[in-house]
């Protein structure tokens, strides 16, 4: 019925609509509140019944409260630091490693995510997909290794910008004061530069050689892979070009043989792993909260936030 982009959306349902099954609400209304604390209060004070991206730092107190519950799935969905590879010194993929190697990413799960969500492991693929690799290597935070990478490049130290906002994510500035102070032990200083969150998506990221960023994730591998790793893509933040997963890409899209196909991905998260220019401490939960009120399904979609983004579709009102 209505729509102002970044302010509020409202609607009905159809009438003649062909699914029992779903489309509960007879009408709906969606309001951008902006601010965290803002949010949540509106969720407490019953001006809404739902709300996503809740503070993490108070998540626990509000899930506390008579008549809310918190929800969090582990899905798709995680937080970067990606590298323009196409300049110095990140054009060196011992560089890259050595970066790779003096982040903590069990520190950052815990202090910025308070544990809502999964290790990353330095590709987007989550254990959420089909073709997720078990087998790779979990990456671990080790100086000594990152040194050895720096020395491969010729270096005996490093100083780098990391351009980052909580526009990029909740908790960004945070994660990159976190990850300066780890990485102060490999010999690498990170010039943390606070960017403002108006204009950051598009004065900052792929613009700046360095930065933070997040990804919803994709369903597959091939959409994200496709999305933002394939040589040339208009979203491949890390201008990153590898001409064997290039290959792989386009052979598994056809490959009808599942385990060769599998194969397939697991050597292209291998190549990213330690050739690509992205450093993904982990996967983040969509932590969202509701008052009881509202019901749902017991298993809801991992894939973006609020059940898939279709909590409006599939959600229905306790009577």
């Not at 003096?102 to 997909?129: H, S, W």
């Not at 208009?234 to 290959?247: L, M």
């Not at 990213?272 to 969509?286: H, I, L, R």
Request: net charge negative; charged share 25%.
């Amino acid at each position: 019925k209505q729509f102002e982009p970044g302010v509020l959306a409202t609607g009905e349902k159809f009438a003649n609509f062909y699914d029992d099954s779903k489309g509960h609400f007879n009408s709906f209304e969606i309001i951008s509140i902006v601010d965290p604390t803002a949010r949540q209060n509106a969720l407490v004070t019953g001006e809404v019944d739902a709300i996503d991206r809740i503070d993490l730092k108070t998540a626990g107190l509000l899930g506390r409260r008579e008549g809310i519950n918190i929800n969090a799935i582990t899905g798709t969905q995680h937080y970067t630091f990606p590298m323009r590879t196409d300049t110095a010194p990140f054009d060196n993929v011992d560089v890259r490693l050595a970066l790779k190697y003096a982040v903590d990413r069990e520190a950052l799960l815990k202090t910025v995510l308070k544990n809502y969500g999964a290790l990353g492991n330095d590709t987007p693929i989550a254990p959420a997909n089909r073709y997720f690799n078990k087998d790779l290597p979990q990456r671990a935070y080790d100086p000594e290794r990152a040194k050895h990478h720096l020395k491969q490049a010729g270096m005996d130290s490093l100083t780098v910008p990391l351009h980052a906002a909580d526009a990029a994510f909740g908790g960004a500035l945070d994660a990159a004061t976190l990850y300066k102070e780890h990485a102060a032990k490999a010999g690498i200083t990170i010039d943390l530069v606070r960017e403002p969150n108006d204009g950051y998506w598009s004065n900052v990221w792929m613009n700046k050689p360095w930065c933070a960023c997040y990804w919803g994730g994709r369903p597959t591998e091939d959409w994200m892979f496709s999305t933002a790793y394939e040589s040339g893509k208009p979203w491949n933040d890390t201008f990153w070009s590898n001409a064997r997963f290039d290959e792989l890409l386009v052979a598994a899209r056809s490959e009808l043989d599942d385990d060769k196909r599998r194969a397939m991905y697991y050597e292209m998260q291998e190549i990213v792993n330690t050739d690509g220019g992205v450093v993904v401490p982990f996967f983040a939960s969509y932590v969202f909260a509701l008052t009881d009120k509202v019901a749902h399904e017991e298993k809801m979609a991992s894939n973006w936030d609020m059940d898939g983004e279709r909590g409006i579709e599939r959600w229905w009102f306790n009577t």
